[in-house]
């Protein structure tokens, strides 16, 4: 008998999983972790190890832990293997990097602001450590910020450096360069005349390594930051006006990623495992994670920059932690899906696997060598190099059967998260041996949540629903150079106002539920804003009233439209195309004119594609106070239009595919 028959023990749960957070001595509306004792005295953790209290400490901590382990990785090419640069060989470049940004002219200390626009690789790490070793802030700039966004936040963080990957990022921010904005630090090759535009502009283009030269030569004392100095300002592109910049500080930082560590337990990951970088280091997931990696020893292997190649590469790294978001997760449901339509034998192999595994899932037992494991899923474990034994999912919900499909095909360990930038990602995290999907798990222990009421919502703390409110190590300083914004989020009382609408369940898990503005995020990550796009659509003369609706599990958003009685019959009549309003509604004719014209407004606008509609449902009755769709001001009732009209949703959306 192979030993791929015995089925490993169970994962034993570390708490209760019916009995999941504790509450606050003297208080049942806040709830903290089961992990850290001292919760329930209203403590959070802010750190694992006493001398290791900043991510410059953690770095160091991880080059001893590892005892000189491999640390950065990446290849250059398709087809060639990993290389790699082990943890003293990066301390020592990291620290010549940061000399050499000393010897341009930047003074060490919090107060300076260094810019970094590069795709993951291990220069953004060296820089970013770089940075540490001085006590410089690290402000990530990325694409979908747009260039004008990029110009912004150099101009209000008075950047006068920015590390930038190559050519076509240098001749984007020479587009929009404010005045401040003196050197660039280039990774890659640049063109001549980029170099000859930049010295027209009155920016000075450095070689990444011309900069590590030069530190090497002068070798400036390091100047080690202190816990409450700031590591970084992490710019979220806001759903209306600027972006706005969440000040982090080393303690923020730490404490959410020894929190993470601290509940995972025996499963966290050491200086044995590899981790694979592919979510953009610019956001607050994939820089804990990758810190978390550092800490404990762990390689970090970069992928190429290619998201349709990222399976080429995994194989190559054959890692065993992989940070996911769903968009990533449902695009491997999908093509399994695709794939099993063409088979009755793969459909029944793959539905008795799948219930073979949900079955030793449900009791505990997580592995990848059974039978089935080979019969129905070493394709789709293969994919990911074949070796990977802890996924952290965030950034978006993920739907539960995504979430099912990926624990039995890959046989690892899946933990789902809940958070924000502004607390430097993680909020709640799902419980290790908690197979039940669609839920957040319980607060982390650098936190604790208690839920608002939500009055014009009807959501109400007694009944366990309201907005998610935080409070702990983790959450922000506030808003750069913005108090006004910072006060509409952070109370008097240090409470974080998230704006996600949760409720708890009985067994002690969050479970997001709703979002307090009228603001949505797609399955991809992106934020909706549907006034904006309704606005817009009204311009129409076909339309009298719509409502655009999207779900955080799709990746578009799809409309209600209540077309103008009037102009629709002038057009019908015209158009020699009898009927009432109601009939007109059910035409294909008549939903193409109208959406065709909704499209065309959206793109004169500047609508982003996954703004625009796609798909409309033509309804013949006007939203009113009367039929209870309307406030008594006129306000379009969101959550009452979406539950009326959820049949017609699920169409479209189920028509989308």
């Not at 004392?221 to 500080?249: A, F, H, R």
């Not at 966290?268 to 804990?288: G, V």
């Not at 409720?503 to 603001?519: C, S, V």
């Amino acid at each position: 008998m192979t030993s791929s028959c015995f089925s490993p023990p169970p994962i034993r749960a570390p708490i209760d999983l019916n009995d999941q957070s504790d509450t606050v001595k003297g208080t049942d509306l806040i709830k903290v972790s089961r992990f850290y004792k001292d919760s329930k005295e209203g403590k959070f953790v802010s750190y694992i190890h006493e001398d290791t209290r900043t991510l410059y400490d953690g770095f160091r901590r991880g080059a001893k832990e590892s005892n000189n382990g491999p640390c950065l990785g990446w290849r250059d090419g398709p087809d060639k293997p990993y290389q790699w640069i082990h943890y003293n060989e990066t301390l020592l470049r990291a620290k010549n990097f940061g000399s050499g940004l000393v010897s341009l002219g930047l003074a060490p200390g919090s107060q300076t602001l260094i810019g970094l626009y590069s795709q993951n690789c291990p220069e953004w790490i060296l820089a970013e450590q770089a940075c540490y070793t001085y006590s410089l802030v690290v402000v990530p700039l990325y694409d979908t910020l747009g260039p004008d966004a990029c110009a912004f936040i150099i101009k209000q963080a008075e950047i006068n450096i920015v590390v930038v990957e190559n050519d076509k990022k240098c001749n984007l921010l020479l587009d929009k360069a404010p005045r401040c904005l003196r050197k660039m630090v280039v990774i890659k090759e640049i063109k001549q005349m980029t170099t000859q535009r930049a010295k027209n502009r009155g920016v000075e283009l450095l070689k990444f390594e011309d900069v590590e030269r030069l530190g090497a030569q002068k070798n400036h004392p390091e100047v080690p930051p202190k816990l409450n100095d700031l590591c970084t300002i992490c710019y979220t592109s806001g759903t209306t006006g600027w972006p706005k910049g969440v000040m982090l500080t080393h303690q923020n930082v730490m404490a959410g990623i020894s929190a993470v560590l601290l509940q995972l337990g025996e499963h966290r990951p050491s200086y044995k495992d590899t981790m694979i970088s592919f979510l953009p280091l610019a956001h607050m997931l994939e820089r804990c994670c990758e810190n978390g990696m550092y800490m404990v020893g762990g390689a970090v292997g970069f992928y190429g920059g290619d998201i349709k190649r990222l399976s080429e590469d995994m194989k190559a790294l054959r890692p065993t932690v992989m940070p996911a978001v769903p968009r990533l997760l449902n695009r491997m449901y999908d093509k399994v899906q695709t794939e099993l339509r063409n088979s009755c034998l793969k459909r029944l192999v793959f539905s008795l696997g799948m219930r073979a595994k949900e079955a030793e899932i449900k009791k505990g037992i997580i592995r990848n060598n059974s039978v089935w494991d080979k019969l129905a899923f070493g394709k789709i474990k293969e994919s990911t190099g074949g070796r990977v034994r802890l996924m952290v999912v965030g950034s978006a919900p993920l739907a539960g059967n995504v979430l099912t499909f990926t624990r039995c095909a890959l046989g690892c360990l899946v933990v789902e998260g809940y958070g924000q930038t502004e607390c430097c990602a993680p909020i709640t995290l799902t419980v290790q041996g908690d197979y039940v999907p669609e839920h957040v798990g319980p607060p982390v222990p650098c936190c604790c949540i208690k839920l608002v009421d939500v009055p014009e919502m009807e959501y109400f703390a007694n009944k366990n629903q309201g907005e998610v409110c935080v409070k702990g190590t983790n959450v922000f300083v506030g808003y750069f150079k913005d108090p006004e914004r910072t006060a509409q989020v952070i109370d008097e009382f240090g409470w974080h106002h998230t704006g996600d609408v949760g409720m708890w369940l009985p067994t002690g898990a969050l479970k997001i539920i709703d979002r307090r503005k009228h603001t949505f995020k797609l399955s991809q990550g992106e934020y909706i804003v549907p006034e904006k796009i309704e606005i817009i659509y009204l311009r129409s003369q076909y339309v009298h009233q719509v409502f655009v609706h999207g779900e955080s599990l799709k990746s578009c958003v799809v409309g209600i439209v209540v077309p103008d009685v009037d102009v629709v019959k002038c057009w019908a009549v015209e158009n020699g195309i009898p009927g009432t309003l109601s009939v007109l509604c059910a035409n294909p004719q008549v939903k193409q004119l109208i959406m065709d014209d909704m499209l065309a407004w959206g793109k004169e606008a500047g609508l982003k594609s996954f703004e625009q509609v796609k798909d409309i449902y033509l309804h013949p009755d006007p939203f009113s106070v009367q039929n209870g769709l309307l406030t008594p001001t006129l306000k379009m009732k969101r959550s009452q239009l979406k539950e009326y009209f959820k049949p017609q949703i699920d169409d479209l959306y189920r028509s989308l595919g």
